[in-house]
T-cell receptor, first 112, second 114 residues
Framework: DGGITQSPKYLFRKEGQNVTLSCEQNLNHDAMYWYRQDPGQGLRLIYYSQIVNDFQKGDIAEGYSVSREKKESFPLTVTSAQKNPTAFYLC???????????FGQGTRLTVV | AQSVTQLDSQVPVFEEAPVELRCNYSSSVSVYLFWYVQYPNQGLQLLLKYLSGSTLVKSINGFEAEFNKSQTSFHLRKPSVHISDTAEYFCAVSATDSWGKLQFGAGTQVVVTP
């Protein structure tokens, strides 16, 4: 079935460590996005990519990095520079500005 | 830039009663409008969308929303809710030239009780 796969579903990180969240899509979408969700704040855009080998910062990019080496993959690295990384992370993809975004099931990251 | 305001953080409602979730937005450019639903510990699912044409849009499970350009609103309604409608609902907008980048409201938690 077509869709977006995020892994892992749950992730625990020690302070000072970098961790990478995986996002894969088989919808043949050009655009991919990473959002962060915190209780009572909705979703906020971290990074987005409209084409392979190109990406742009969103509203809260500090402490995060991404890559887009393949059309179907858009991994997110949460670096040790991110001061408050505990959150629910959602990956999405879109086929163009006139269509809706499709979301993965999310990764819950907890700093221990 | 766009912004979205969902006026109610939580809406309690009895089963089979109607519900309305309010959404207002601001934008200096044309936008597309969306309602997404999220069940606990899951991703977001599209409920309905307004891209152009008729200002009243409907979903297959009984929800509807009306785009009001003069009031910059996109309120969501359902005439009779079920227990299974308990979820968080997000209103979102994207500028028509933004390639799908979404600006979300803070969300409204709907709790349906018997």
């Amino acid at each position: 079935d077509g869709g977006i796969t995020q892994s892992p579903k749950y992730l625990f990180r020690k302070e000072g460590q970098n961790v990478t969240l995986s996002c894969e899509q088989n919808l043949n979408h050009d655009a991919m996005y990473w959002y962060r969700q915190d209780p009572g704040q909705g979703l906020r855009l971290i990074y987005y990519s409209q084409i392979v080998n190109d990406f742009q910062k969103g509203d809260i990019a500090e402490g995060y990095s991404v890559s887009r080496e393949k059309k179907e993959s858009f991994p997110l690295t949460v670096t040790s520079a991110q001061k408050n990384p505990t959150a629910f992370y959602l990956c999405a993809s879109s086929g163009g500005p006139w269509t809706e975004a499709f979301f993965g099931q999310g990764t819950r990251l907890t700093v221990v | 830039a766009q912004s979205v305001t969902q006026l109610d953080s939580q809406v309690p409602v009895f089963e089979e009663a109607p519900v309305e979730l309010r959404c207002n937005y601001s934008s200096s450019v044309s936008v597309y409008l969306f309602w997404y639903v999220q069940y606990p510990n899951q991703g977001l699912q599209l409920l309905l969308k307004y891209l152009s044409g008729s200002t009243l849009v409907k979903s297959i499970n009984g929800f509807e929303a009306e785009f009001n350009k003069s009031q910059t609103s996109f309120h969501l309604r359902k005439p009779s809710v079920h227990i299974s409608d308990t979820a968080e609902y997000f209103c979102a907008v994207s500028a028509t030239d933004s390639w799908g980048k979404l600006q979300f409201g803070a969300g409204t938690q709907v709790v349906v009780t018997p």
